[in-house]
């Protein structure tokens, strides 16, 4: 599992965000707080992160997701 923060401004964001990580394979998990949201989930994501800065849990090990960390670097923090 490996983690990293982002935050998206506009709902746009949230849009190209899932669509990027719905290519991969393994579980995603946006988190803020004690909510939980299923990364691959357009709607989960726009209700828990827009104008926030959140985690992103990903269950696969780091050298798995290099690729999609740098696809994702648009949206770290």
Do not use: W
């Not at 719905?22 to 939980?36: E, L, T, V």
């Not at 959140?54 to 798995?64: A, D, F, R, Y």
Request: hydrophobic residues 40%; charged residues 25%; contains cysteine.
């Amino acid at each position: 599992m490996t983690s990293m923060l982002v935050k998206f401004e506009k709902p746009n964001q949230v849009v190209d965000f899932v669509n990027t990580i719905s290519r991969y394979d393994y579980d995603a998990d946006i988190k803020y707080g004690s909510h939980m949201v299923d990364a691959k989930s357009i709607l989960g994501v726009l209700y828990l992160a827009v104008s926030r800065t959140v985690e992103l849990v990903l269950h696969t090990e780091e050298s798995n997701c290099r690729d999609l960390k740098q696809r994702l670097a648009k949206f770290a923090v």
